[in-house]
């Protein structure tokens, strides 16, 4: 206890040494804050005909297919549609875009049926033909999507990216009608449902993106087709999204406008929330200050308003194997279990996080328990063991250690609390050195990667394959580490093709035991939580721990008469041979298609309360001039409004499965597939982008984005 203590006291002081540097790099020290008085003003205050969301960085791009960073996640989502979506509380497939789906025996072949009723802001209709070339356009390696790869589960489609097949007509995906989609696949897979909501695979207006190029996504081009609509966009101040009156569901959407503001940090963030600015912080948009969870949990208004939900999204370390010390396995397991977790979060995170020994976040599916033991735990005495048998007794003789991590204060406390952890437990000197992003994404590749570097991982589809193969298969990843383990990449092979829940549940826990346990490649460090401060008039909100939020189901505390949209769920068919496409039969056609990751600024921070009120005013200013210039568009929308406006009754089906009893709802269901001979995929998702996502932890990448 005393020894527990102490580093306990030492990891405080630096803490407290970290927040006074990144206080003087701002010229104005850290100052105390005090409990404030519960004030009528921020209790009673009136919220404007639209909600405000703010955005840390920038919005680097709208175009599904390029859509790689958190904030241009969930703009995507407000506008564009998925085939598929995620219930918010089971994670399961909902269907989205198609409104049923069939599949094989053999499970290598889907059929995706599309509503009928589903048009672009411009009143075309989107049709199968959209899909198709949306993903036929995606594959090409001249458009360089960061996604891409999620793609070559379908024929050919890696073979196509590479440039072996030139022909891109060849790819598994084709327009059977106007309204369905078919999708051949290399193997069977399961979560194939949940990977088609992905972002990667949404249709696009073939005619607007061949007629404006790169610019097709300018606000005054673009075409959607989700339950927003872009009517601005000036770019590093603001996005304004509008209620698309086109929307199937549209009669549901209670929130008529959707403000993104620009804000440069933290702490600028925080204080316009707390001026009534913002109507919500946290998750994904801009994290909350870390030094502030304090506070706000005391605060006699803000604790009301403070809520803190899991996410899908792991904060770890990764080694370079390939770079000595760290390439003998024996160092990197010392250096894990030099760490203590908890008292890292208890000390400086102080959001609730969930120490990880592995990598996988549960409950995804193929995501091993806590509570298995699995992976390498804080164990002092191990670790000098450890140590002392890879050569390096007491820490002598051991080499130069860089650790790096991309620019960021609450990433330097951590990484400073990890440097402390391990000198004091070890006898090993940890040089700590950061990098802005742009830069730090060149500085973790291979050859050249640090002993030591960080980084973060959210979900895409809630499968361990989209953790284990997607991040650390030694061939078909970005393979950051650059580790090559025959074994490991035997089994996330094997688990990726096989339909065997039970066996591929073990595949995948010998694979984390492999990862992070035997060869100690990478330190998880803990599992994302969001930490949010929403206002007490925004209803209907809840956190996605995956993907983008979904606005379109939030309200007005003092709406009169909300509306929900109605659960819909699907249970997939089986396929018969008659259905299948046939590369050479002529599909008839009513409609033709037509002829032919964000990287957060820190430089110039703004630390403290003092600095971010000057910014913060800067903001409502820009806020009250979108004001004076939304009237125009209001009308146009309206006239629009009128135009395309139509009764929707869909059928309506209640879903009570809680997200608690996710991974054995699976399992059950997934054995009633195998009874019946056909895959049931619209259970393979759990309860997460990460997405993406986020938490006033330093934010995680969704691919190769950070905070």
Same mark, same amino acid.
């Given at each position: ?113 599309? #509503?009928?009723?589903?048009?672009? &802001?411009?009143? %075309?209709?989107?049709? @199968? ?5 949306? +993903? !036929?356009? /995606? ?62 695979? #949404?249709?696009?207006?073939?005619? &607007?993106?061949? %007629?404006?190029?790169? @610019? ?5 081009? +673009? !075409?959607? /087709? ?482």
């Amino acid at each position: 206890m005393k020894l527990h203590k102490r580093i306990k006291q030492i990891i405080g002081l630096c803490l407290l040494g970290c927040i006074i540097v990144w206080g003087c790099k701002n010229d104005d020290p850290s100052i105390p804050f005090e409990l404030e008085e519960d004030t009528p003003e921020q209790n009673t205050a009136i919220h404007p005909p639209y909600i405000r969301i703010p955005i840390e960085g920038v919005i680097s791009t709208i175009d599904p297919g390029l859509t790689v960073d958190m904030s241009s996640i969930d703009v995507t989502e407000q506008l564009f549609l998925g085939l598929t979506d995620f219930d918010p509380q089971t994670y399961q497939v909902r269907p989205e875009l198609a409104e049923d789906w069939a599949i094989s025996e053999d499970g290598k072949i889907y059929h995706f049926y599309l #509503r009928k009723d589903v048009t672009w &802001t411009d009143g %075309k209709p989107v049709t @199968a033909h959209d899909v198709v070339w949306a +993903i !036929q356009r /995606n594959i090409r390696s001249d458009l360089n999507c960061p996604y891409a790869y999620m793609l070559f589960i379908l024929e050919n489609a890696e073979a196509i990216n590479s440039g072996d097949e030139p022909d891109v007509t060849k790819m598994g995906v084709h327009a059977l009608d106007d309204y369905t989609v078919e999708f051949r696949l290399k193997y069977s897979a399961a979560f194939f449902p949940a990977m088609v909501g992905l972002w990667i695979y #949404r249709p696009l207006p073939r005619e &607007t993106v061949e %007629k404006f190029g790169d @610019a097709w996504a300018d606000y005054l081009n +673009i !075409q959607t /087709n989700g339950s927003y609509m872009l009517t601005d966009w000036k770019k590093g101040k603001h996005m304004i999204l509008k209620k698309n009156p086109a929307y199937y569901d549209a009669d549901y959407v209670s929130i008529p406008e959707i403000r993104y503001i620009i804000v440069p940090e933290s702490s600028v963030g925080l204080v316009l929330y707390e001026h009534n600015e913002l109507d919500l912080i946290g998750g994904e948009y801009i994290r909350i200050p870390l030094t502030e969870i304090p506070r706000i949990k005391i605060d006699p208004v803000l604790r009301k308003e403070y809520q803190n939900k899991p996410t899908f999204c792991t904060y770890y370390f990764g080694f370079n194997t390939q770079r000595p010390p760290v390439d003998n396995a024996l160092v990197r397991k010392a250096l894990s279990a030099a760490i203590d977790r908890q008292l890292l979060i208890e000390v400086i995170t102080k959001g609730d996080q969930e120490p990880a020994t592995t990598f996988t976040r549960p409950p995804i599916f193929g995501s091993v328990a806590p509570s298995d033991g699995v992976g390498i735990g804080f164990n002092p005495k191990l670790a000098k063991k450890w140590l002392a048998e890879a050569g390096f007794p007491d820490g002598k003789g051991m080499p130069p250690i860089v650790l790096m991590h991309n620019t960021s204060e609450d990433n330097a406390m951590i990484a400073q609390a990890i440097q402390t952890c391990i000198q004091y437990y070890l006898n090993v000197n940890i040089s700590v050195k950061d990098k802005e992003w742009t830069v730090y994404v060149d500085a973790i590749e291979q050859p050249n990667t640090p002993h030591i570097f960080r980084l973060g991982w959210c979900a895409d589809y809630p499968d361990a394959n989209n953790w284990l193969y997607d991040v650390f298969h030694p061939k078909k990843s970005s393979n950051y580490i650059g580790w090559d383990n025959t074994e490991f990449e035997t089994i996330v092979d094997k688990a990726q093709v096989t339909s065997d829940i039970q066996e591929r549940i073990q595949l995948y826990r010998r694979a984390e035991q492999i990862l992070c346990e035997e060869e100690a490649a990478i330190i998880p460090i803990y599992f994302y939580t969001a930490p949010y401060l929403v206002k007490p008039w925004i209803k209907g909100w809840y956190h996605m721990a995956m993907g983008g939020q979904h606005m379109r189901n939030w309200y007005y505390n003092d709406d009169p008469n909300p509306k929900h949209a109605p659960v819909r769920t699907v249970k997939p068919k089986v396929l018969k041979n008659t259905d299948y496409y046939v590369p050479d039969k002529t599909i008839k056609t009513n409609n033709p298609p037509a002829s032919q990751k964000e990287s957060p600024n820190d430089s110039n921070r703004v630390e403290t309360k003092e600095q971010a009120e000057p910014v913060a005013e800067d903001i409502k200013k820009q806020s009250d001039e979108i004001n004076a210039q939304t009237h125009s568009v209001e009308n146009e929308i309206t006239d629009q409004s009128e135009s395309v406006s139509e009764e929707k009754e869909p059928d309506t089906i209640n879903n009570t499965n809680n997200s608690d009893s996710l991974q054995s709802s699976q399992e059950s269901q997934l054995r009633e597939h195998e009874q019946n001979n056909s895959l049931d995929n619209n259970v393979l998702t759990t309860d997460s982008q990460h997405s993406n996502s986020e938490s006033n932890d330093p934010e995680p990448e969704n691919k190769s984005t950070a905070e």
